[in-house]
Protein backbone atom coordinates (compact mmCIF):
# COMPACT_ATOMS: atom_id res chain seq x y z
CA UNK A 1 0.00 0.00 0.00
CA UNK A 2 1.71 3.29 -1.28
CA UNK A 3 1.75 6.58 1.31
CA UNK A 4 -0.69 8.28 -0.49
CA UNK A 5 -3.51 5.05 -0.65
CA UNK A 6 -2.20 5.07 3.52
CA UNK A 7 -3.28 8.55 4.35
CA UNK A 8 -6.44 8.77 2.21
CA UNK A 9 -7.15 6.25 4.48
CA UNK A 10 -6.84 8.44 7.43
CA UNK A 11 -7.32 11.58 6.31
CA UNK A 12 -10.48 12.85 8.41
CA UNK A 13 -10.76 10.17 10.56
CA UNK A 14 -10.47 10.83 14.19
CA UNK A 15 -7.76 9.42 16.74
CA UNK A 16 -7.25 8.66 21.34
CA UNK A 17 -3.78 7.47 21.53
CA UNK A 18 -2.50 6.46 25.09
CA UNK A 19 1.13 6.64 25.72
CA UNK A 20 1.62 9.45 23.38
CA UNK A 21 4.46 11.62 24.86
CA UNK A 22 6.88 9.50 23.34
CA UNK A 23 8.05 6.08 20.82
CA UNK A 24 5.50 4.64 19.26
CA UNK A 25 2.91 6.84 21.10
CA UNK A 26 4.43 9.84 19.31
CA UNK A 27 5.45 8.41 16.30
CA UNK A 28 1.92 7.09 15.51
CA UNK A 29 0.14 10.14 16.18
CA UNK A 30 2.35 12.10 13.90
CA UNK A 31 2.12 9.85 11.23
CA UNK A 32 -2.05 9.83 11.56
CA UNK A 33 -2.08 13.70 12.10
CA UNK A 34 0.36 14.03 8.57
CA UNK A 35 -2.67 11.61 7.12
CA UNK A 36 -5.17 14.12 7.95
CA UNK A 37 -6.59 12.55 10.91
CA UNK A 38 -7.12 14.71 14.16
CA UNK A 39 -4.99 12.64 17.05
CA UNK A 40 -5.98 13.53 20.85
CA UNK A 41 -2.69 12.75 22.82
CA UNK A 42 -2.26 11.21 26.40
CA UNK A 43 0.26 10.26 28.49
CA UNK A 44 1.71 9.87 31.97
CA UNK A 45 3.69 12.75 31.62
CA UNK A 46 1.52 15.45 31.31
CA UNK A 47 3.64 17.74 30.40
CA UNK A 48 5.69 16.11 27.69
CA UNK A 49 2.43 14.92 25.95
CA UNK A 50 1.42 18.72 25.89
CA UNK A 51 4.61 19.52 24.35
CA UNK A 52 4.37 16.62 21.56
CA UNK A 53 0.78 18.22 20.39
CA UNK A 54 2.24 21.83 20.25
CA UNK A 55 4.99 21.01 17.55
CA UNK A 56 2.33 18.98 15.95
CA UNK A 57 0.32 22.14 15.75
CA UNK A 58 3.05 24.27 14.92
CA UNK A 59 3.44 22.20 11.79
CA UNK A 60 -0.40 22.80 10.72
CA UNK A 61 -1.45 19.48 11.90
CA UNK A 62 -4.56 18.92 14.45
CA UNK A 63 -3.40 18.02 18.06
CA UNK A 64 -4.50 17.91 21.04
CA UNK A 65 -3.32 16.52 24.71
CA UNK A 66 -4.33 15.75 27.99
CA UNK A 67 -2.99 13.86 30.92
CA UNK A 68 -3.88 10.01 31.48
CA UNK A 69 -3.21 7.34 33.56
CA UNK A 70 -4.66 3.95 31.95
CA UNK A 71 -4.61 2.51 35.47
CA UNK A 72 -7.42 4.37 36.30
CA UNK A 73 -10.44 3.18 34.77
CA UNK A 74 -12.46 6.26 35.78
CA UNK A 75 -9.95 8.85 33.81
CA UNK A 76 -9.90 6.94 31.33
CA UNK A 77 -13.97 6.87 30.75
CA UNK A 78 -13.86 10.74 31.06
CA UNK A 79 -10.68 11.54 28.94
CA UNK A 80 -12.84 9.87 26.00
CA UNK A 81 -15.93 11.04 27.10
CA UNK A 82 -13.93 14.70 26.92
CA UNK A 83 -12.39 13.43 23.32
CA UNK A 84 -15.58 11.84 22.15
CA UNK A 85 -17.12 15.46 22.60
CA UNK A 86 -14.66 17.18 21.38
CA UNK A 87 -13.98 15.37 18.28
CA UNK A 88 -17.55 14.40 17.57
CA UNK A 89 -16.52 11.00 18.05
CA UNK A 90 -13.01 8.40 18.26
CA UNK A 91 -13.55 6.69 15.58
CA UNK A 92 -9.43 4.92 15.78
CA UNK A 93 -8.51 4.52 19.67
CA UNK A 94 -4.77 3.40 20.06
CA UNK A 95 -3.93 1.21 23.48
CA UNK A 96 0.06 2.27 23.12
CA UNK A 97 0.74 3.03 26.79
CA UNK A 98 2.75 0.30 28.27
CA UNK A 99 6.03 -0.51 30.23
CA UNK A 100 8.46 -2.95 30.27
CA UNK A 101 9.95 -5.23 33.27
CA UNK A 102 12.77 -7.98 33.55
CA UNK A 103 13.49 -10.26 36.13
CA UNK A 104 14.30 -13.68 36.97
CA UNK A 105 10.94 -14.29 38.59
CA UNK A 106 12.09 -15.03 42.25
CA UNK A 107 13.52 -11.81 42.42
CA UNK A 108 9.51 -10.00 40.87
CA UNK A 109 7.82 -8.82 43.60
CA UNK A 110 3.94 -8.71 43.92
CA UNK A 111 3.84 -4.89 44.22
CA UNK A 112 5.76 -4.78 40.58
CA UNK A 113 3.48 -8.07 38.95
CA UNK A 114 1.10 -5.54 39.76
CA UNK A 115 2.07 -2.50 38.46
CA UNK A 116 2.77 -4.40 35.10
CA UNK A 117 -0.44 -6.39 35.28
CA UNK A 118 -2.32 -2.81 35.48
CA UNK A 119 -0.28 -0.69 33.03
CA UNK A 120 -0.01 -3.00 29.88
CA UNK A 121 -3.63 -5.27 30.53
CA UNK A 122 -5.91 -3.20 33.05
CA UNK A 123 -4.65 -0.11 31.05
CA UNK A 124 -5.95 -1.82 27.41
CA UNK A 125 -8.71 -3.14 29.11
CA UNK A 126 -10.06 0.60 30.47
CA UNK A 127 -9.26 1.94 27.16
CA UNK A 128 -11.69 -0.83 25.40
CA UNK A 129 -14.62 -0.71 28.59
CA UNK A 130 -14.29 2.94 27.58
CA UNK A 131 -14.77 3.20 24.07
CA UNK A 132 -16.32 -0.33 23.07
CA UNK A 133 -20.05 1.09 24.20
CA UNK A 134 -19.59 4.47 22.46
CA UNK A 135 -18.35 3.05 18.93
CA UNK A 136 -21.27 0.28 19.02
CA UNK A 137 -23.73 3.31 19.33
CA UNK A 138 -21.69 5.49 17.33
CA UNK A 139 -21.93 2.60 14.26
CA UNK A 140 -18.70 1.43 14.47
CA UNK A 141 -15.00 2.06 15.08
CA UNK A 142 -11.42 0.26 15.36
CA UNK A 143 -9.23 -0.14 18.43
CA UNK A 144 -5.42 -0.83 18.24
CA UNK A 145 -4.21 -2.64 20.92
CA UNK A 146 -0.23 -2.64 20.98
CA UNK A 147 1.19 -6.12 22.13
CA UNK A 148 4.05 -7.70 21.47
CA UNK A 149 5.75 -10.68 19.84
CA UNK A 150 5.87 -11.84 23.42
CA UNK A 151 2.18 -11.54 23.09
CA UNK A 152 2.60 -14.74 20.84
CA UNK A 153 6.38 -16.44 22.22
CA UNK A 154 7.55 -17.29 25.83
CA UNK A 155 9.45 -14.28 26.84
CA UNK A 156 12.43 -15.95 29.84
CA UNK A 157 12.57 -13.25 32.54
CA UNK A 158 10.38 -11.18 31.14
CA UNK A 159 7.53 -13.78 32.63
CA UNK A 160 5.20 -10.62 33.98
CA UNK A 161 5.68 -8.57 30.39
CA UNK A 162 4.98 -11.93 28.35
CA UNK A 163 1.95 -12.65 30.74
CA UNK A 164 0.37 -9.37 30.19
CA UNK A 165 0.91 -9.15 26.04
CA UNK A 166 -0.90 -12.44 26.08
CA UNK A 167 -3.57 -11.09 27.57
CA UNK A 168 -3.58 -8.50 25.18
CA UNK A 169 -3.86 -10.69 21.93
CA UNK A 170 -6.39 -12.80 23.54
CA UNK A 171 -8.34 -9.92 24.72
CA UNK A 172 -8.16 -8.51 21.26
CA UNK A 173 -8.82 -11.53 19.16
CA UNK A 174 -11.63 -12.18 21.50
CA UNK A 175 -13.44 -8.74 21.22
CA UNK A 176 -12.72 -8.58 17.24
CA UNK A 177 -15.26 -11.76 16.73
CA UNK A 178 -17.79 -9.74 19.17
CA UNK A 179 -16.57 -6.09 17.07
CA UNK A 180 -17.62 -7.80 13.91
CA UNK A 181 -22.01 -7.61 14.09
CA UNK A 182 -21.23 -3.92 15.49
CA UNK A 183 -18.88 -2.25 13.09
CA UNK A 184 -15.81 -2.84 15.18
CA UNK A 185 -12.59 -4.06 13.96
CA UNK A 186 -9.71 -4.54 16.06
CA UNK A 187 -6.34 -5.26 15.73
CA UNK A 188 -3.13 -6.57 17.70
CA UNK A 189 0.34 -5.44 16.98
CA UNK A 190 3.12 -7.69 17.68
CA UNK A 191 6.19 -6.09 16.76
CA UNK A 192 9.76 -7.82 17.98
CA UNK A 193 12.48 -5.04 19.18
CA UNK A 194 11.52 -1.17 18.40
CA UNK A 195 14.09 1.20 18.82
CA UNK A 196 12.34 3.06 21.60
CA UNK A 197 12.56 4.23 25.15
CA UNK A 198 11.01 1.33 26.59
CA UNK A 199 14.14 -0.59 27.46
CA UNK A 200 15.32 3.03 28.79
CA UNK A 201 12.34 3.35 31.30
CA UNK A 202 11.89 -0.85 31.49
CA UNK A 203 12.04 -1.78 35.28
CA UNK A 204 15.17 -4.05 35.29
CA UNK A 205 16.17 -6.00 38.28
CA UNK A 206 19.56 -7.34 38.81
CA UNK A 207 19.43 -6.71 34.68
CA UNK A 208 21.99 -4.10 33.99
CA UNK A 209 19.82 -2.62 30.55
CA UNK A 210 23.09 -1.67 28.41
CA UNK A 211 24.34 -5.96 29.13
CA UNK A 212 20.61 -7.06 28.17
CA UNK A 213 20.39 -4.53 25.06
CA UNK A 214 23.69 -6.20 23.56
CA UNK A 215 22.63 -9.69 24.43
CA UNK A 216 19.39 -9.29 21.99
CA UNK A 217 20.04 -11.14 19.17
CA UNK A 218 17.62 -9.29 17.03
CA UNK A 219 17.62 -6.11 14.75
CA UNK A 220 15.91 -3.20 16.62
CA UNK A 221 13.67 -1.64 14.17
CA UNK A 222 12.99 2.16 13.85
CA UNK A 223 10.00 3.38 15.07
CA UNK A 224 9.46 5.38 11.78
CA UNK A 225 9.50 2.32 9.54
CA UNK A 226 7.15 0.31 12.24
CA UNK A 227 4.68 2.97 12.37
CA UNK A 228 4.11 2.45 8.36
CA UNK A 229 4.43 -1.64 8.99
CA UNK A 230 1.33 -0.81 12.07
CA UNK A 231 -0.89 1.40 9.75
CA UNK A 232 -0.70 -0.97 7.01
CA UNK A 233 -1.77 -3.59 9.29
CA UNK A 234 -4.59 -1.28 10.84
CA UNK A 235 -5.88 0.18 7.64
CA UNK A 236 -6.32 -3.26 6.32
CA UNK A 237 -8.09 -4.28 9.53
CA UNK A 238 -5.91 -7.08 9.84
CA UNK A 239 -6.39 -8.94 13.18
CA UNK A 240 -2.58 -9.33 14.30
CA UNK A 241 0.17 -7.60 12.58
CA UNK A 242 2.82 -9.16 13.12
CA UNK A 243 6.82 -8.16 12.21
CA UNK A 244 9.13 -8.00 11.58
CA UNK A 245 9.77 -11.34 9.66
CA UNK A 246 12.27 -12.90 12.58
CA UNK A 247 9.29 -12.69 14.57
CA UNK A 248 6.78 -13.85 11.87
CA UNK A 249 8.99 -17.11 11.75
CA UNK A 250 9.56 -18.07 15.10
CA UNK A 251 5.42 -17.62 15.74
CA UNK A 252 4.97 -20.19 13.42
CA UNK A 253 7.71 -22.36 14.81
CA UNK A 254 6.09 -21.72 18.34
CA UNK A 255 2.80 -23.11 16.69
CA UNK A 256 4.72 -26.41 14.74
CA UNK A 257 6.94 -27.29 17.15
CA UNK A 258 6.21 -25.67 20.29
CA UNK A 259 8.85 -28.15 21.67
CA UNK A 260 11.71 -26.55 19.57
CA UNK A 261 10.97 -22.98 20.73
CA UNK A 262 10.90 -24.34 24.21
CA UNK A 263 14.15 -25.46 24.12
CA UNK A 264 15.57 -22.47 23.05
CA UNK A 265 13.63 -20.61 25.59
CA UNK A 266 15.82 -23.00 27.73
CA UNK A 267 19.10 -21.27 26.31
CA UNK A 268 17.92 -17.61 26.72
CA UNK A 269 16.83 -17.90 30.36
CA UNK A 270 20.18 -18.70 30.77
CA UNK A 271 22.30 -16.51 29.11
CA UNK A 272 20.18 -13.67 30.80
CA UNK A 273 20.73 -15.28 33.91
CA UNK A 274 24.61 -15.16 33.22
CA UNK A 275 24.06 -11.14 32.27
CA UNK A 276 22.24 -10.81 35.86
CA UNK A 277 25.01 -13.00 37.52
CA UNK A 278 22.60 -15.31 38.57
CA UNK A 279 23.74 -18.87 37.29
CA UNK A 280 21.85 -21.01 39.71
Not at 30 to 52: K, Q, S
Not at 177 to 186: D, T
Request: aromatic share 8%; glycine share 10%; net charge positive.
Amino acid sequence: MNRSRLDSRFAGRTAFITGAASGIGLELSRALAAAGARVWMTDMDGAACAAAAEALRAQGLEAFASRLDVRDGAAFDAALASAWESLGRVELLVNNAGIGAAADARDMTPELWRRVVEINLMGVIHGCHAAWPRMAAAGGGQVVNIASAFGLLPGPLYAAYSATKHGVVGLSRSLRAEGHALGIGVTAVCPGFIRTRILDNAVMIGIDPARAEAAIPFRFIDAHDAVRTILRGVARNRSLVVFPWEFRLLWWLDRAAPWLIDRINVTVARRYRSISGRLD
